[in-house]
């Protein structure tokens, strides 16, 4: 499986960007999909996950009530849909898929996914 990132760009606080990470190759299998980040100097660390049919969702508690996950299947596609930027949101933001998640806690361990792609820079200016 191979996933692009793109969307991400330079935006001020307060604004909005739409992440998409597109999933080729492989695809027939079911996947979780998750965002991961990280910051300048700092650990990677989880933002958010969906399953692969859509009906369970997590997120980091720095993120809730201001970006959106959500897929589209019949696109092998996912979003992350992010609002009210911060300039700690600033970072390389990164697309994984996993087939081995199942508990709740397994979506925010990094080191269930199989597969990442190549990442898209996040930049929230003050």
């Known amino acids: 499986v191979q996933l692009q990132a793109s969307g991400g760009g330079l935006v001020q606080a307060g604004g909005s960007l739409r992440l998409s990470c597109a999933a080729s190759?492989?695809?027939?299998?079911?996947?979780?999909m998750g965002w991961f980040r990280r910051a300048p100097g700092k650990e990677r660390e989880f933002v958010a996950a969906?399953?692969?049919?859509?009906?369970?969702?997590y997120y980091a508690d720095s993120v809730k009530g201001r970006l959106t996950i959500s897929r589209d299947n019949a696109r092998n596609t996912v979003y992350l849909q992010m609002n009210n930027l911060k300039p700690e949101d600033t970072a390389v933001h990164y697309c994984?898929?996993?087939?081995?998640?199942?508990?709740?806690?397994?979506?925010?361990?990094?080191?269930?996914?199989?597969?990442w792609g190549q990442g898209t820079q996040v930049t929230v200016s003050s």
């Open positions: 994984a898929a996993s087939r081995t998640v199942f508990s709740a806690s397994s979506y925010y361990d990094a080191g269930r996914y199989d597969y």
């Open positions: 190759g492989r695809t027939s299998s079911s996947y979780a």
């Open positions: 969906v399953s692969w049919s859509g009906n369970s969702i």
